[in-house]
């Protein structure tokens, strides 16, 4: 699910993105269940459109059936591309929250972290992993 390989990173990092994985999962899993159907209900609906193209098709019921199964599969699709942006935006807000919330990060630390997710969200993930590891650090030193 995360865009990162969380092969090599420590126990903390690990724990912190599973935080984040549990806040944004029931979104995760309306999404899937929405792209499925989605997709099911538009090969369906090109299934028919073909033997309605290039067969003898008698039955218009069948014919105005197969169509609005196509019309709430595009429904479905548009809303499938909703709720990525909802997953998206729920982490990087889980993201801001945490870093916000740290204790252990001096406070301009925090606004660079912060303002380098906001202006490259695409590598917010990345950058929320460099916090995590940072703050361990900080806080293996603090413990010494």
């Given at each position: 699910?995360?865009?990162?390989?969380?092969?090599?990173v420590s126990s903390y990092t690990k724990k912190e993105f599973e935080k984040m994985q549990r806040r944004i999962s029931p979104l995760v899993k309306?999404?899937?269940?929405?792209?499925v159907a989605s997709i099911s209900l538009i090969s369906i609906s090109f299934i028919n459109l073909y033997y309605l193209l290039f067969g003898?098709?008698?039955n218009m019921v069948l014919t105005v059936v197969f169509s609005v199964l196509g019309a709430?599969?595009?429904?479905?699709?548009?809303?499938?591309?909703?709720?990525?942006?909802e997953i998206y935006n729920t982490s990087i807000n889980y993201i801001k929250e945490r870093i916000m919330k740290s204790e252990?990060?001096?406070?301009?630390?925090?606004?660079r972290f912060i303002?380098?997710?906001?202006?490259?969200?695409?590598?917010?993930?990345?950058?929320f992993s460099d916090f995590l590891h940072?703050?361990?650090?900080?806080?293996?030193m603090g413990n010494s």
């Open positions: 699910m995360l865009p990162i390989k969380m092969d090599h309306k999404s899937t269940i929405f792209t003898h098709v008698s709430v599969g595009m429904a479905l699709y548009k809303e499938v591309k909703f709720q990525n942006k252990i990060v001096p406070d301009y630390t925090r606004d303002e380098k997710v906001v202006s490259e969200p695409m590598n917010a993930f990345h950058t940072q703050e361990e650090r900080m806080k293996k």
